[in-house]
């Protein structure tokens, strides 16, 4: 079955740089949601998207946004780097009109890394 | 007080023993339960959902008690392979924001 497909796997930036993550939903899934875990820590909710607009606020910081897009796809843009960004960021995804549950379902996640 | 927390861990226990796992939430509007499971540097993956009626699947038994507020995982016959981070995971009403514990490390050992 297809799973949720996040790239890249592993990116490398420096301070003050910008980074953009991608995130493909499973099939039929109309909600995303981004989580980002440092070492040792859970995974701390970002934000999310229902049908394309956005459906709950976390822990993102101003430098980051997201969105998105018409075939469902998400992507977060994170700007202006700092150290403390270096993280493992999970995207996972849900259907809320299965009529179940709102089980969610992670991608890989990436490793994002900045020097 | 964190809105979902787990029992501390690491758990080490060998094979075959049970083990069982505790979990609290304070949000009473709270409406999905879950127990996922992560691997070292992998991603969380769903191991069950939590009913009140609780639920069984194969090994591992959940329990979900809504006056309490605490949700349950138990671990029968444990495997080398089921050494792992349990996270309890808690959705709130409308479903788009899911809080997760800190997790629960668990080390099954020969």
């Known amino acids: 079955a297809a799973g949720v497909i996040q790239s890249p796997r592993h990116l490398i930036k420096e301070k003050r740089e910008t980074a953009t993550l991608k995130c493909y939903p499973i099939?039929?899934?109309?909600?995303v949601y981004w989580y980002q875990q440092g070492p040792g820590q859970d995974p701390q909710f970002l934000i999310s998207?229902?049908?394309?607009?956005?459906?709950d606020k976390g822990s993102i910081p101003d430098r980051f946004s997201a969105q998105q897009f018409s075939d469902y796809h998400s992507e977060l843009n994170m700007s202006s780097l700092e150290l403390g960004d270096s993280a493992l960021y999970f995207c996972?995804?849900?259907?809320?009109?299965?009529?179940?549950?709102?089980?969610?379902?992670f991608g890989p996640g990436t490793r994002l890394t900045v020097l | 007080r964190k809105e979902v927390e787990q029992d501390p861990g690491p758990f080490n226990v060998p094979e075959g023993a049970t083990v069982a796992f505790n979990c609290t939430y304070s949000n009473s509007a709270s409406q999905s339960f879950f127990w996922y499971r992560q691997d070292c540097r992998k991603e969380p993956k769903l191991l069950m959902s939590?009913?009140?009626s609780g639920n069984e699947d194969g090994r591992f038994t959940a329990q979900l008690n809504r006056a309490s507020q605490y949700i349950s995982l138990l671990i029968r016959d444990s495997k080398l392979s089921d050494s792992a981070t349990y996270l309890c995971?808690?959705?709130?009403?409308?479903?788009?924001?899911?809080?997760f514990g800190a997790g629960t490390r668990l080390f099954v050992k020969a």
């Open positions: 939590v009913y009140s």
């Open positions: 996972a995804s849900s259907s809320q009109t299965s009529g179940s549950t709102d089980t969610q379902y």
């Open positions: 995971v808690v959705g709130g009403t409308g479903g788009f924001k899911t809080i």
């Open positions: 099939p039929r899934h109309d909600t």
């Open positions: 998207f229902y049908e394309k607009m956005q459906s």
